[in-house]
């Protein structure tokens, strides 16, 4: 559903903008390979705007809600793959038994995409790791990619559930599926329902209280289909969505409009990612809304940077100001000049705590159209300890079920599959902890101040 929400608003933006087409779509669990242009009309006529997706998922609902909806002459029907029975919650379904099964299918449709992009530059996977096939066939598809496309970059958009999730499984399938993404992928942006869900809730608030004027335009994409906020006990689901598609449209903004200071999607990883494992970039959006939905006055630009270093802005539940940063990048869309840039970095940097040989640990990115509606936005992507919680919390979550074998006989039963898997799996996990630890313990060490090279004339 992502897929759907990130397509129509892009579409939208590009329509209003008249500018060349240039997006490839996302979705339930897919990939996205960079870049054919098409020229986008006036209206927005789907047929005429195509993309390179690959759309996966082992039950056919989600799918077929697309395909009958007004993106259906947008995705290739000959590039979806589906299922009728599901993985069942079960990671090993996925990862062991869809994986076999389909492995040869979904290779043909990832070579027959790439061959029809002009730049390939990373592939994106959109997957949960709750579910059986998001995270096991979704981990599966990464060993794939390294395998084909080892010189490609692949960066993965993976939504976590929360403490409340209604699958009860979900920490086995999460835990398995960090250890793939530990190992296969480059970049891995966690967003975390729960976030999500508050976010939403604050908006909602908002537009209740009628503070600041605020609200909410019929039909909108932060709205229940029926044109209204849903109650803050539901979960708004394609709202959620919608704030990752969003996230996902800033991120490629540079492939596909102008800018002063452009940022191809591998200088994230090349700049972002010291480490191999420490791999996990925490996002954070400002404005959260999207396209003008809400009418809330529109936020100074200092306000905006302050903004993207607050809890209330992440897309996963941590505060990264009282953690440490290994690297920061922020990626400005609008009327923005560098040295509006550089003025908050050197306002802001005091009050963030970098490790101590990365002190200017920053990379900058403006684009000069801003998202319609708004007249700038952030994005900003943190290498930083502060996802560290999530994995604990995570991990004790499963070790509560692991403890008692509950649920494990249902892994056991598939070919392949045994419990040394999930031991390695959260061996893996603690690694990565200790990684975190370590960096951590190093907050109280003095900054080494190294004088800076003389040039010789």
């Given at each position: 559903m992502i897929t759907k929400g990130a397509f129509l608003i892009l579409s939208l933006k590009h329509v209003l903008m008249q500018v060349n087409f240039s997006f490839e779509g996302n979705g339930t669990f897919l990939c996205i390979s960079y870049y054919s242009q098409y020229k986008a009309q006036i209206q927005p006529r789907y047929s005429e705007y195509h993309n390179h997706a690959v759309l996966i998922d082992m039950e056919e609902g989600v799918v077929n809600e697309i395909l009958q909806g007004p993106l259906r002459d947008v995705f290739d029907s000959k590039q979806l793959i589906t299922d009728i029975s599901g993985s069942g919650n079960n990671w090993a379904v996925g990862h062991k038994v869809f994986g076999s099964l389909y492995q040869e299918q979904i290779l043909e449709k990832l070579r027959k995409s790439a061959e029809h992009c002009d730049c390939l530059q990373c592939f994106f996977i959109i997957h949960s790791m709750g579910g059986g096939t998001g995270s096991g066939l979704g981990t599966f598809l990464l060993k794939l990619l390294e395998d084909e496309f080892p010189e490609v970059y692949r960066f993965v958009t993976s939504v976590y559930p929360s403490g409340e999730d209604d699958v009860i499984t979900s920490p086995y399938n999460s835990i398995l599926a960090m250890k793939e993404l530990n190992e296969h992928a480059d970049c891995v942006l966690p967003i975390d329902n729960q976030s999500l869900f508050d976010i939403i809730s604050k908006i909602d608030l908002m537009v209740n209280s009628g503070k600041l004027g605020t609200t909410i335009k019929p039909k909108s994409l932060v709205t229940s289909s029926a044109g209204a906020v849903k109650k803050r006990h539901q979960k708004p689901f394609d709202a959620m969505n919608n704030i990752v598609a969003n996230l996902l449209l800033n991120l490629t903004s540079s492939a596909r409009f102008e800018g002063s200071l452009n940022m191809d999607l591998n200088e994230i990883s090349m700049n972002l990612v010291p480490f191999p494992q420490l791999h996990y970039l925490v996002s954070s959006l400002t404005?959260?809304?999207?396209?003008?939905?809400?009418?809330?006055?529109?936020?100074?630009?200092?306000?905006?940077?302050?903004?993207?270093?607050?809890?209330?802005?992440?897309?996963?539940?941590?505060?990264?100001?009282?953690?440490?940063y290994l690297a920061c990048a922020l990626m400005v869309?609008?009327?923005v000049q560098v040295s509006d840039l550089r003025r908050n970095i050197e306002r802001l940097k005091p009050s963030l705590q970098f490790v101590s040989w990365n002190q200017e640990g920053w990379k900058t990115s403006l684009c000069s159209v801003p998202p319609v509606g708004h007249s700038h936005s952030l994005l900003a992507l943190a290498n930083n300890t502060c996802v560290k919680p999530t994995f604990m919390e995570l991990k004790e979550r499963f070790m509560r079920l692991y403890k008692k074998k509950a649920h494990l006989h249902h892994y056991l039963q598939i070919e392949g599959m045994e419990e040394s898997s999930f031991m390695e799996a959260v061996s893996s996990l603690s690694g990565l902890i200790e990684?975190?630890?370590?960096?951590?313990?190093?907050?109280?060490?003095?900054?080494?101040?190294?004088?800076?090279?003389?040039?010789?004339?």
């Open positions: 404005p959260l809304y999207t396209l003008a939905d809400v009418n809330i006055p529109t936020r100074r630009l200092d306000q905006m940077f302050s903004d993207a270093f607050s809890k209330d802005h992440q897309l996963i539940r941590a505060d990264p100001k009282h953690s440490l869309r609008g009327n990684e975190y630890n370590q960096l951590d313990a190093t907050k109280s060490m003095p900054v080494e101040d190294f004088p800076r090279l003389s040039i010789a004339v």
